[in-house]
């Protein structure tokens, strides 16, 4: 299959850079051919006929590197199949659930409805304290967030998977470049 497809992540620690690396795994292991890259690394997308974009959250907010690559690219990413995706929440229940149904920042909701993304969704996270600033820290105990690694690699496996299946249908389909 010659789908070129980029996941793009923003992250500060690297459990956002290591869910993009699962999911080009996925990908590739589908025959697609994928680059992984961070946002920051990233000049053209023109080559790519579809972006999974993904970037850690803090406070309700993605990381300002991948804020500016979505508001910068959105004429692009209009044209392209897009997927979205955060990663942040720890804890055991659902990550919307611990988001209160949060999905998408609220600020860059407007971009992502004139992308028309094809899917998004919200991943568990990281708090490690080693890796943490003295302010993040701070902060971790004064919401009382959960420690650890939550990434539920088996959710994340299967987003990428739906997404694989979609690229393979619509390389099939006759004439479906884009959108």
């Known amino acids: 299959m010659n789908t070129q497809v980029l996941v793009a992540y923003a992250t500060k620690h690297g459990a956002t850079a290591e869910i993009a690396e699962k999911i080009g795994e996925v990908l590739r292991q589908a025959g697609i051919h994928t680059d992984v890259l961070p946002m920051n690394r990233i000049n053209n997308l023109h080559s790519y006929k579809a972006v999974i974009l993904g970037s850690a959250v803090y406070i309700g907010r993605w990381r300002k590197e991948a804020a500016k690559f979505l508001k910068a690219n959105e ?31 609220p600020a860059l909701q407007p971009i992502a409805d004139r992308i028309q993304p094809q899917g998004i969704a919200v991943f568990h996270g990281v708090v490690d304290v080693k890796k943490s600033s003295f302010i993040e820290k701070w902060m971790i105990n004064k919401v009382k967030a959960p420690l650890g690694d939550f990434r539920d690699w088996e959710a994340i496996s299967s987003w990428a998977a739906v997404i694989a299946n979609v690229l393979i249908e619509k390389s099939r389909a006759p004439g479906t470049q884009s959108k």
């Open 75 to 105: 004429e692009v990413l209009a044209e392209q199949l897009v997927w979205l995706f955060s990663s942040g929440p720890t804890g055991k229940r659902n990550p919307v659930e611990l988001l209160k149904g949060w999905y998408f920042p």
